[in-house]
């Protein structure tokens, strides 16, 4: 699946699931919030969390912390991002009470026109292999938000990271078995088992695993900043083995990759304003659905029950038919998004919704045109940095460069090859794909409130979402948000040209009542039950009144949450 999202069906069964009981908090919830004054950290790994920490405390902020702890899960989560993926944030600055985004996505290579898939009868860009590689932004990404914000010399936040490439780090349980399922369709790729299979096989749980080509190529960029990754040797190396794999990627799209500024998109949620990144990226979808669901009175139908998954299942699929046609890169279309997220709209769409029945299909609205890692940070100035990183696919292409210690993203997989050359995010050369990594924002009344995402392609709308309506709608608290079960709809549209025609499949994970299910079957729905694997939640939260951060990580896989 897409993201290291794998479905992992369990025996459907009546009986319900739950953490172990506790004092306090809901039947689901794994642990309490954590709590902190001077800063916090929510990452996907602790030895990631522990580096943000020590940057804050050194003097850093918490832009310094993400950029740190960022370069770290690249080394110790290759799974599922790396400085070879692309990156996406949104950053609260203290100092101008602003919101700002970074769009830090690469764009296809100028070389790799429709003509070579015509040629080659390619109907659909390969998940794998030279063909879905499109430029890497994280790097660029990383200077961007220093030079904007950074505090710390760039060269110190990426100390930690060359340490832990050179002395090695034990790998971590969630990691070590994404690592070998990876590996499996991965191994036959040029370079990859050198550097991601020492012995001949991918590392356990426990096994420490040194990558120094990694620490190297780091080394070079912390001497020499983002032009020592877009241009000369690192970038000679890349273009160099592109060509030997038959791939497209050169210097010159190297060379010419910028990340752009751009202004976060919002609605107003009974109150509270939800912030997400304007296309080539999915976030409109999040507040599409918000709109529709902000018709209902969600808190009265309860969490869990019927009523409520069908309605959040049946907005899900109306928003996605809007993602598939509409959402591409803005430089080559111009994207609706002032009607996409109006709430007249939201009204107009939901004409379509049937509160009795699942639908098997739905059009798109009809408008005029004009594997992947979340973490967030806090300082204790009142900065917060929500930022997602992503190889895609888990741990990318399989193209290992020159022994430069990471993989390429297959990012490129997402464009559609479109003989007829009308659709949004059809192929063309230097164009960014529809992207599926969103980063996350809640504001209230111009203020900071929550720094919040969750990972996983298609999910990620449908992730944050759910977090959405179960802090405000049903009161749970941060780390009850992340843990309680989740919904998952497969089957949408899709940009890459695919069709919903029976309605998909609503994915359940274990907690949901067996009344509930048999009502959704009633109303025609198709229903699996799965187990645990919409993994990727952190999130901070400022509490204004007594001027504390709250941090909440993800239960099902190997992250933390930590403050100071």
């Known amino acids: 699946m897409k993201n290291s999202v794998f479905l992992l069906f369990v025996v459907f069964s009546t009986e319900l699931i739950f953490a172990q009981d506790r004092v306090t908090g809901k039947a689901f919830t794994t642990r309490s919030e954590i709590i902190a004054q001077h800063g916090m950290a929510c990452t996907s790994q602790p030895l990631a969390t522990q580096v943000a920490l020590d940057i804050l405390k050194a003097g850093g902020n918490a832009v310094d912390a993400a950029i740190a702890a960022n370069a770290v899960l690249g080394l110790v989560e290759p799974v599922s991002n790396g400085i070879g993926g692309d990156l996406f944030a949104i950053v609260w600055d203290a100092k101008t009470q602003k919101l700002y985004g970074l769009n830090a996505s690469g764009r296809s290579p100028y070389d790799l026109t429709y003509d070579y898939f015509k040629k080659h009868g390619i109907t659909r860009i390969p998940a794998f292999g030279p063909l879905s590689v499109s430029v890497p932004g994280c790097v660029d990404g990383w200077s961007e938000l220093h030079k904007k914000f950074g505090k710390l010399a760039f060269s110190d936040l990426l100390k930690p990271a060359i340490n832990y490439a050179k002395e090695g780090f034990p790998v971590t349980e969630v990691i070590a078995y994404y690592w070998n399922s990876n590996s499996r369709n991965l191994l036959k790729y040029p370079g990859f088992k050198e550097i991601y299979m020492p012995n001949g096989k991918a590392p356990a749980k426990g096994e420490v695993f040194k990558n120094p080509y990694l620490a190297a190529t780091l080394e070079k960029i912390a001497a020499g900043g983002r032009d020592a990754f877009y241009k000369g040797e690192v970038a000679q190396k890349i ?326």
């Open 239 to 564: 273009a160099d083995y592109m060509k030997e794999q038959g791939g497209f990627l050169t210097t010159r799209d190297l060379a010419d990759h910028h990340s752009d500024w751009v202004e976060p998109i919002s609605t107003n949620y009974r109150g509270y304003d939800v912030w997400e990144l304007p296309p080539n990226g999915q976030g409109t979808a999040v507040l599409q659905m918000l709109n529709m669901l902000e018709n209902f009175d969600v808190a009265k139908m309860g969490f869990g029950s019927a009523d409520y998954i069908h309605t959040f299942v049946e907005t899900k699929k109306l928003a996605f038919e809007d993602r598939a046609k509409y959402y591409a890169d803005p430089d080559f279309n111009k994207v609706p998004i002032e009607k996409l997220i109006s709430k007249e709209y939201a009204k107009e769409r939901l004409k379509l919704f049937d509160a009795a029945r699942s639908a098997k299909s739905y059009p798109a609205g009809n408008l005029e045109q004009g594997n992947t890692i979340y973490m967030t940070t806090a300082d204790k100035d009142g900065n917060m940095v929500s930022l997602i990183q992503s190889n895609y696919r888990g741990m990318g292409s399989g193209m290992t460069p020159g022994r430069l210690g990471f993989i390429l993203q297959d990012r490129g997989e997402m464009f559609i090859i479109d003989s007829t050359f009308t659709h949004v995010n059809r192929y063309e050369p230097h164009k960014r794909p529809f992207h599926t990594i969103i980063p996350a924002f809640i504001t209230r009344d111009g203020k900071p409130f929550i720094s919040f995402g969750l990972m996983g392609g298609s999910m990620q709308p449908q992730g944050h979402v759910q977090m959405v309506v179960n802090l405000i709608d049903f009161g749970m608290n941060l780390q009850e948000a992340g843990d309680a079960p989740r919904i998952c709809h497969e089957g949408s549209s899709e940009p890459t040209g695919e069709k919903m025609t029976d309605g998909g499949v609503v994915y359940l994970e274990s907690g949901v009542p067996y009344e509930t299910i048999r009502q959704l079957l009633g109303k025609g729905h198709q229903i699996q039950y799965t187990n645990g694997i919409y993994g990727g939640y952190q999130a901070i939260k400022w509490d204004d009144k007594n001027k504390v951060y709250f941090g909440a990580s993800e239960s099902r896989k190997d992250g933390q949450a930590a403050g100071y």
